[in-house]
């Protein structure tokens, strides 16, 4: 059966928060690498993440400003179901997202292991985005989280295995990696934003 086509002003408000959400947990991210890069002196660190931060969230939020403001869609029974059935099943994977994390995080905090934690979750996060793709037609989160996935497994993989390196980098690599593929990600966000605009004043 072919894809159903949602209206533009809901795709237009989802893509913009969607792009809000990247913006917000990309800063945490970074968040997750400075405090391991304390109390190194990382001036031109901060500014570089607090400007791209500030940068995205005004873009994002101008963005979800003008997806708010477009008329109301005339949504046909088939476009009703569709966002229903859409919203039940982000709805299981974002339980399913923090089950795993739970469990992830309790078991390596109980094994001692705790400087695996931002890596897995990371990686945990990466799938879920992965299964959003599939839910939400979206083929650019394919490659979101395949990217996330190969970072924090490559993190988990390598770090360990360099002695010389302690194994509190992997929060740095994990903290940092992931901050810059989902501001990578809010930026293909915009874009898609755009076209969504575009397509609305169109119709």
Same mark, same amino acid.
């Given at each position: 059966?072919?894809?159903?086509?949602?209206?533009?002003?809901?795709? @237009?408000?989802?893509?913009?928060?969607?792009?809000?959400?990247? $913006?917000?947990? &990309?800063? +945490?991210?970074?968040? *997750?690498?400075?405090?391991?890069?304390? /109390? $190194?002196?990382? /001036?031109?660190? =901060?500014?570089?993440?607090? *400007?791209?931060? +500030?940068?995205?969230?005004?873009? @994002?939020?101008?963005?979800?400003?003008?997806?708010?403001?477009?008329?109301?869609?005339? $949504?046909?029974?088939?476009?009703?179901?569709?966002?229903?059935?859409?919203?039940?099943?982000?709805?299981?994977?974002?339980?399913?997202?923090? *089950? $795993? !994390?739970?469990?992830?995080?309790?078991?390596?905090?109980?094994?001692?292991?705790?400087?695996? !934690?931002?890596?897995?979750?990371?990686?945990? #996060?990466?799938?879920?985005?992965?299964?959003?793709? +599939?839910?939400?037609?979206? /083929?650019?989160?394919?490659?979101?989280?395949?990217?996330? !996935?190969?970072?924090?497994?490559?993190?988990?993989?390598?770090?360990?295995?360099?002695?010389?390196?302690?194994? &509190?980098?992997? =929060? !740095?690599?994990?903290?940092?990696?992931?901050?810059?593929?989902?501001?990578?990600?809010?930026? #293909?966000?915009? *874009?898609?934003?755009?076209?969504?605009?575009?397509? +609305?004043?169109? =119709?």
């Amino acid at each position: 059966m072919a894809d159903i086509q949602l209206p533009p002003r809901y795709e @237009a408000v989802h893509a913009a928060g969607g792009t809000l959400l990247y $913006v917000a947990l &990309g800063a +945490a991210w970074a968040l *997750v690498g400075l405090l391991e890069l304390r /109390p $190194v002196g990382t /001036p031109w660190i =901060n500014l570089f993440l607090g *400007v791209s931060a +500030a940068v995205l969230f005004i873009l @994002a939020m101008r963005g979800f400003q003008r997806a708010t403001e477009l008329p109301e869609d005339e $949504v046909s029974e088939e476009q009703q179901q569709e966002r229903a059935t859409r919203s039940r099943r982000s709805h299981r994977v974002m339980t399913a997202q923090g *089950v $795993v !994390i739970t469990v992830i995080s309790a078991y390596l905090i109980l094994t001692g292991q705790q400087a695996y !934690i931002a890596a897995a979750t990371s990686l945990a #996060v990466g799938l879920h985005f992965v299964a959003l793709a +599939a839910v939400h037609h979206t /083929p650019g989160e394919y490659l979101l989280g395949g990217l996330m !996935i190969a970072v924090a497994a490559a993190t988990m993989y390598w770090i360990p295995r360099m002695p010389t390196i302690p194994d &509190g980098a992997m =929060n !740095i690599v994990a903290g940092f990696g992931t901050a810059i593929i989902l501001w990578l990600g809010s930026l #293909v966000r915009l *874009v898609r934003l755009e076209r969504e605009l575009v397509r +609305a004043t169109e =119709n």
